[in-house]
């Protein structure tokens, strides 16, 4: 247990995942925030899976408390009642952490449907976009807070046919940097975390259903294409989360930061 996030509030978007093997990155990053002291809104489309999250936080009997909370960020109304329900709870926000993403339905440009075009950026970009306008004014007003947005290594360098997903990640970079720039005289933070090949259920058990691949194949070939042998995990993303939350990164922002084992500066 420690104390870098003691006393903050924070909202984590995607705070459940899907079933699979091994925990994703916006449960691990939640009880990451939670272990260092801060009090962290559970948000996920899925209320139940939300709670199973603040389960797990009060059985490790955390100081930083833990609200689970049912929405859908990609509704108009979505994001604004998320924010109403921090500030409810807890009186102020201090972190945003932002873990949406999907690309069912992907593919190359050309043979892609307008439907899964729509859905991936609506989800993907326009509710980050939309999390970010209703939080980001409470944090002007405290004149503090750190926005932590969850990009991919797709957006700046890995070759793909998941083309609306590579797109709507890079957008989700350039927000960062925008927003970045145009709050840091208000006290506020912005930064985007890249993943690579994190070993998560909706990064290797949702793949290798679709393609019909073992999970331990699937997963090997993810990584041997890592330069550190491996995979990641979400523990990688979550603590490279805390680190951006916390005063430890007071002097970061607008930085789109890969964790990915070397994959974007792998040559050949």
Known sequence: MGER????????????????????????????FAREGANVLLVDRHGESAADTAALIAAEGLVGGAEPFAADIATDDGPASVRDAAVAAFGRIDILHNNVGIGHGDGKLVDLEPDAWDRIMNVNLRAMWLMCKAVVPVMVEQRAGSVINISSIASIAAATTLS??????????????????????????????????IDTPMGVDAPAKVYGI????????????????????????????????????????????????????MVG
């Open 164 to 197: 609306a997903y590579k797109i709507s990640k890079a957008g989700v970079n350039a927000m960062t940097q925008t927003l970045a720039m145009t709050h840091a005289r208000k006290g506020v933070r912005v930064n985007a975390i890249l993943p690579g090949f």
């Open 214 to 265: 073992e999970r331990a194949d699937f997963a090997k070939v993810r990584a041997d294409r890592v330069p550190l042998g491996r995979q990641g995990t979400a523990w990688d993303i979550a603590n490279t989360a805390v680190f951006l939350a916390s005063d430890e990164a007071a002097f970061i922002t607008g930085v789109l930061l890969p964790v990915d084992g070397g994959q974007t500066v």
């Open 5 to 32: 996030l003691a006393g903050k509030v924070a909202i984590v978007v995607g705070a459940g995942q899907t079933p699979g093997e091994t925990m994703g990155n916006g449960r691990a990053t939640a009880i990451a």
